[in-house]
């Protein structure tokens, strides 16, 4: 087992072309893995890197071996999570970073399920933003990141989880306040809570509905702005203007019609919910079968 140690550290460092990133990616010192590749170099009698310029390159042997080493880890790998799933005997820890609405919202009903099926899998739950969650994910700290909208980053396994309805709202005391909202003009002018100052989710609507009016509507602030859409509900419900919102999560005001829909003729827009892990990690096997769970539930 400590030859296939060294050869899966050989791996990472050829891929990432950094023993830093692979000490990061593997969970170990610098020095343990500079050790490492040192006693694989030994026992192969073959230099795998030469370094110049503070960068390391594969040798011609050093490439070959890449392309056999990395094959046959994977398809190990890959029997070894096979045959623990199998056995049913899953255990480890896993850490889940998301921001607390999609926590409340998607995984207590989960885990709760997970749990019952794998006692032995202990999670953590890391409470944050979107960009904080993708850092994480990319630098080792966090297994699995549950995130709106990934961003395009190389270094992210993106595996779409589902897609969130927004409608468009605002309380029945707003309305009552105000003329009858008959066009996309008049919601320009009025006041918007949005997630940040520049209303981002605003100009996506708009964009799908009336172009033109977006450039108006970017030298306009948002009235109120907050980061979770719970706080949003809660100032459109205090009547402090119009609002984007999860479907799910004003479908009992709507039908008491404490909040009412804006233009409900308009095309709606969508939030898509993305798992992210990091890219190219073998993940072990509670990790994949959480994975796996969460992807069954959406």
């Known amino acids: 087992m400590r030859h296939l140690n060294n050869l899966a550290t050989f791996v990472q460092v050829a891929k990432y072309e950094s023993v830093t990133k692979a000490a990061s990616r593997l969970y170990l010192t610098q020095q343990a893995v500079s050790h490492q590749i040192k ?43 096979k045959v623990k799933r199998d056995s049913g005997s899953l255990f480890g820890t896993l850490s889940v970073a998301c921001t607390m609405e999609l926590a409340t919202l998607l995984l207590v009903p989960v885990i709760d399920a997970f749990k019952k099926a794998h006692p032995q899998v202990n999670i953590e739950i890391e409470l944050q933003d979107d960009a904080t969650t993708v850092n994480g994910v990319v630098n080792g700290k966090t297994d699995i990141g549950i995130v709106v909208f990934s961003s395009d980053n190389r270094l992210l396994e993106v595996y779409p989880f589902r897609s969130e309805a927004f409608v468009t709202v605002a309380s ?10 008959t066009d996309f003009k008049q919601v320009v002018d009025l006041d918007i809570i949005d997630y940040q100052m520049d209303c981002p989710s605003m100009k996506t609507w708009l964009g799908k509905n ?43 005001e709507l039908a008491s019609k404490e909040v009412v829909e804006i233009l409900p003729d308009s095309k709606s827009i969508s939030a898509g919910i993305d798992l992210v892990t990091m890219k190219d990690r073998v993940l072990p096997a509670h990790i994949v079968a959480f994975i796996e769970h969460l992807k069954n539930a959406s």
């Open 39 to 81: 006693k694989l170099e030994e026992e192969l009698g073959i230099v795998l890197f030469k370094r110049a310029n503070r960068k390391i390159y594969l040798t011609p042997e050093g490439r070959e071996l890449l392309v056999t080493a990395d094959k046959h880890l994977s398809a190990l790998e890959e029997e070894m999570i």
């Open 172 to 181: 029945r005391q707003f309305i009552a306040e105000h003329d009858e909202i």
């Open 210 to 252: 009336d172009k033109k009016l977006v450039k108006r509507l970017e030298v306009k602030s948002a009235s109120v702005a907050a980061n979770d859409d719970r706080l949003v509900k809660d100032f459109v419900m205090a009547g402090l203007g119009i609002a984007n919102l999860p479907r799910v999560l004003v479908e009992k």
